[in-house]
């Protein structure tokens, strides 16, 4: 394993390197991300160029218009709130482990064990996600531009496999630019979603009214027989809209993840945590709301799915539709291109725990300070997590993609819970950062773990009737297999946990002594 000199009295460590030798680990990434590359990252990964067009069937056809309107303020609010709790602990805590990490410390090996695993699998789903999505919209883009690109099923895998290939690529020997990339990315999204706002509202002829926008409820699920105003449409389907904001606002623990990359974390860190989602939470709502004000063709958007794509083709001159289609692809590809990112530090930090089987080979960095087989590893199990996306979806509607999507915001918010809920539990023997929350963590924490608990019951529910055992149209391509693709992992690390790595792990492996004239680690 590279590692980085030992200080000596003419090099003194820097109090990054300070902080992280008392938390255990030698700098051996390299140091050189600005705050704002931190935020940029998790800025990035929430994405509104690639959550809001992707998803947005999902609201369309679960609640409709107020799902969108209404839904995404009120979950954004939840969300920010988690973004809070976890801001406090990455300021305590700025480790590449991030998650895994503060539950291992504040609770116990198998509080570590647990979630690192849910964590993984949530950001390798997340990166699956965000890639296939942009694999379909570059799909459509080629389709609008040549007439003899067909725009098939297995035409978008391929492409899939073509954009996550080049993340790993970009990821392994981009090194000397991934940060500025992440910089670029930011002002992509910013300048790409204020032109997408504009194209929409001053290209089309026509525009929906307030009333549509704010009161119109749609029930295209195949639940209730389409009623909009009985209980299964308010406490089932209504909720399952919600998973547009839910995915959408979701990765930004990549700012713990880079932060062992990142100078001043413990303030930096925190910082771009919680504001990357103030900010997706404002730009997303903004495009969103476009969105439906464009969206005069129901019908059509009806036909489509839900999907975005049928409201830019049908309000807008072919000219601007590909222009919005084209931002959207580049948006998505940073984000994918910061997705991998992310996950490979979680890898390479989870690894160097000794937590993942060949951990030897996952810990390792390159001469450039570069997680290489991470990225490798873990690109190579987004694609395998997405595989059942090439056998087709009932009425057109991408049901292995919205399965993936439950994947990611299973995993990553599950894996989000464990350590605030420990953080209440903890309560005054906490030792916060300079970034805190006061006395206000109580209430924070409680309203944190609630929602991420409420989430976890709706998402691994059916997303069609055709994904419910027994019923009569079954079909195992409409199932959602997120409980399955979740429950599955669960069972296997907790199996293995009970049969062997509770006799040999011990959290967090200390990679350097502890500095006699340093403070307590953790707790």
């Not at 300021?91 to 570590?112: E, L, N």
């Not at 700012?255 to 925190?270: M, P």
């Not at 991470?374 to 979806?393: D, H, M, Q």
């Amino acid at each position: 394993m590279a590692t980085t000199p030992v200080p000596t009295a003419e090099q003194p460590m820097d109090e990054d390197a300070r902080r992280l030798a008392e938390l255990g680990y030698k700098q051996e990434l390299r140091r050189k991300w600005s705050g704002f590359s931190n935020f940029a990252i998790s800025f990035s990964i929430i994405s509104i160029l690639a959550g809001c067009f992707t998803t947005f069937g999902q609201a369309w056809n679960n609640g409709g218009p107020v799902a969108i309107s209404w839904g995404w303020p009120l979950i954004s609010l939840f969300i920010l709130i988690i973004g809070f709790c976890m801001a406090e602990l990455v300021s305590a805590y700025p480790t590449a482990g991030g998650i895994y990490w503060w539950a291992a410390t504040m609770g116990r090996p198998v509080h570590g064990w647990f979630t690192g695993w849910l964590n993984l699998i949530g950001l390798v789903a997340v990166t699956a996600s965000v890639d296939y999505g942009c694999a379909t919209f570059l799909n459509l883009t080629l389709s609008a531009l040549f007439d003899g690109w067909a725009g098939t099923l297995r035409q978008a895998f391929i492409l899939f496999v073509i954009i996550l290939a080049l993340h790993g690529l970009i990821n392994v020997f981009g090194h000397r630019i991934i940060d500025v990339l992440q910089n670029v990315s930011v002002w992509w999204h910013v300048a790409g979603a204020a032109a997408v706002v504009a194209i929409l509202v001053f290209v089309p002829d026509n525009h929906q009214s307030f009333q549509f926008v704010f009161t119109e409820r749609f029930n295209n699920s195949g639940f209730g027989d389409g009623d909009t105003g009985g209980l299964t449409f308010w406490f089932y389907v209504l909720p399952l809209g919600f998973l547009l904001t839910q995915y959408t606002i979701t990765g930004f623990d990549a700012c713990a993840h880079v932060s062992e990359e990142t100078r001043g974390a413990s303030q930096a860190a925190a910082r771009g945590l919680w504001q990357s989602i103030f900010y997706s939470a404002i730009g997303g709502w903004i495009l969103l709301l476009a969105f439906l004000f464009a969206a005069t063709d129901v019908e059509a958007v009806n036909a489509a799915g839900g999907f975005s794509g049928a409201i830019f083709e049908s309000a807008l001159t072919p000219v601007f539709f590909k222009v919005v289609i084209i931002i959207s692809t580049i948006g998505q590809f940073f984000c994918g291109m910061s997705c991998v990112t992310s996950m490979s530090r979680m890898t390479y930090a989870f690894s160097r725990d000794r937590a993942v089987p060949g951990w030897r080979l996952w810990s390792k960095v390159d001469r450039n300070g570069t997680p290489a087989n991470a990225i490798i590893g873990a690109t190579l199990a987004g694609l395998v997590l997405t595989l059942p996306a090439l056998y087709e979806s009932p009425a057109g509607i991408p049901i292995a993609f919205y399965a993936v999507v439950s994947v990611a915001v299973l995993g990553l918010y599950l894996s989000f819970l464990i350590p605030i809920a420990l953080r209440l539990r903890m309560g005054d023997r906490f030792t916060p950062g300079p970034w805190t929350l006061g006395r206000k963590y109580k209430v924070l924490g409680w309203i944190a773990v609630i929602e991420i608990a409420v989430i976890a019951v709706y998402f691994v529910l059916p997303i069609v009737p055709a994904g419910v055992p027994g019923n009569d149209a079954f079909a195992w391509s409409a199932v959602n297999y997120a409980p399955l693709a979740v429950g599955g992992v669960l069972l296997l690390v907790a199996v293995w946990w009970y049969a062997s790595a509770r006799k040999w792990f011990t959290g967090p492996v200390r990679t350097v002594d502890q500095d006699s004239d340093s403070g307590p680690v953790g707790l």
